[in-house]
């Protein structure tokens, strides 16, 4: 890419797009933005202060041959111990809650000391930052959700060893000029959707002016502008992919629907699926037209019929119609 069209990027969106991988382990992955990365885990986390951490390996080594080789998106530890995971994930996965609890287990697993005959464990935190919906969560409008370990008949806290956050950004809908100023939280929600979009730190949004700072695509090394725009190139060809799959798997699942509603009666496929698949205007208009062409048709049953039966008539009795032509001649003056 040319230094022109470098800058004519640069132009159009100054800022990464957070919920790719690359440009969201730019801004919290980034020891020089460790600030930014405590300030967000203060704000989620809230029965822990955090003062400082340290990044440490992302890789997890599978404890046997076989087992999975597991790669995190962030891993720190803070100066009191706290293992803290901090997972982004775009696109919908299934049992991901599953998958959550797996990579918490591992921190925990690799806390045990052979030989050791404690079982002390630092606590673990899991912060997963989601742009869809969990269908365990689906119904609670929080945008932030927090599992732990609890006593069920007190509803008390159990230990502190396992915590497990999500962050469903789609329920998250304020407009910019809705936001709370002094809402750090918040704030980080809005950009965490929205930065891309963004040509400049609006006056509502000065809490995480340093976000901005640090996620300015200038900022980017020439390997780092690279890597990041095959990443937004091939975020946009999985999106497309995943709009299509769904669409054509909403279609196929409407059809089915309707085959099953039919009982079995053909007849009935055809209007089911009219009713489940098209949006109600359609709908509207379609009935509309076919009011009309069948008006059409019966005003024209009407004419036809009418003059079917005035012949019919005026031949039985063998008498001229008066409004015939020749029976208007010899009528006199």
Not at 4 to 28: A, M, N, R, S
Not at 71 to 97: A, F, H, M, S, W
Not at 245 to 253: F, P, Q, R, V, Y
């Amino acid at each position: 890419m040319s230094n022109e069209q470098w800058e004519q990027l640069e132009k159009e969106h100054p800022y990464v797009d957070l919920l790719t991988d690359i440009g969201f382990k730019h801004v919290f992955g980034n020891p020089a933005n460790k600030k930014l990365l405590i300030d967000f885990l203060n704000a989620v986390i809230e029965d822990r202060h955090i003062i400082d951490l340290t990044y440490g390996n992302n890789e997890r080594i599978p404890l046997m041959k076989d087992s999975k080789h597991s790669r995190l998106d962030l891993y720190c530890i803070t100066n009191d111990g706290t293992r803290i995971i901090v997972e982004l994930q775009r696109y919908p996965q299934k049992d991901y809650i599953y998958r959550s609890l797996y990579y918490s287990s591992l921190l925990i697993n690799e806390q045990v000391t052979i030989g050791s005959e404690t079982y002390f464990f630092f606590p673990v935190y899991s912060v997963n930052i989601l742009d869809f919906l969990l269908p365990e969560f689906k119904e609670w409008p929080q945008v932030k959700t927090s599992v732990t370990l609890m006593e069920t008949s007190r509803k008390v806290k159990f230990g502190r060893l396992l915590t497990l956050i999500y962050i469903e950004l789609p329920k998250f809908n304020k407009m910019l000029d809705e936001l709370d100023k002094g809402n750090f939280l918040e704030n980080i929600y809005f950009c965490l959707r929205n930065l891309y979009e963004l040509k400049n730190c609006p006056e509502s949004l000065e809490s995480v002016k340093h976000l901005f700072e640090a996620a300015r695509i200038a900022a980017m090394d020439s390997q780092a502008k690279i890597k990041y725009i095959h990443m937004i190139d091939r975020e946009r060809d999985l999106r497309n992919q995943f709009q299509f799959a769904t669409d054509k798997g909403i279609a196929e699942g409407k059809a089915q629907l309707a085959i099953e509603i039919a009982n079995g009666n053909p007849d009935l496929i055809i209007p089911i699926f009219i009713r489940e698949a098209l949006p109600p205007v359609v709908l509207y208009i379609f009935a509309l037209t076919m009011l009309s062409a069948a008006m059409s048709t019966l005003s024209s049953l009407f004419h036809v019929s009418g003059s079917s039966i005035g012949h019919d008539i005026c031949g039985k009795f063998n008498r001229p119609c008066i409004n015939c032509q020749p029976f208007r001649k010899a009528l006199p003056e």
